[in-house]
């Protein structure tokens, strides 16, 4: 039996984990035998992520305690279990919907990607949403457009004058 004690322990820790990630995901995992729970941690943790299963009061309380009520208490109905993204927080979502195309498992309950809530049902789209990485490159790449098409501007207007200068000397060479 886990003592007050050590549920107390296990929520400071949770809320840690909830306010270091940038987007978690509520998962039920019933039905999933211990081999491939095993393997899904393993996928996860390769991608730098942490899979966290708990009981649901635990969850409620530490989310309560950091103030995100978004995450509707019905969500957490069975087995349930966390996955804490870290720095791309739309990369479990993308592990998610493999493993549930694969297998059917793990159900998504609910996830909060940036403060915001999505419904379970919302899964596929967000395993297609761009990755943070993806979606700053496009940022910089937008940026930097206009400063190409300025430099080629200015190299155009060198060359013709550089061009209208060879012209006016062969003119004046004749």
Known sequence: MVTLKQKKDIVGILVEKFKKADGYY???????????????????????????VSKNTLFIKALNEIGNNVVPDDKFRGATAVVFGYGDPVKPARIIKEQVDKTQYPKLKAAVLEGVFYDGSKLKELSELPSKPDMIASIIGSLHAPITGIVGSINAVIRDVAYLVEEVAKKQGK
């Open 26 to 52: 509520f998962v039920d995992f019933e039905g999933i035998n211990v081999a491939k729970t095993i393997a899904l941690r393993r996928e996860f943790k390769k991608e730098g992520f942490e899979f966290k």
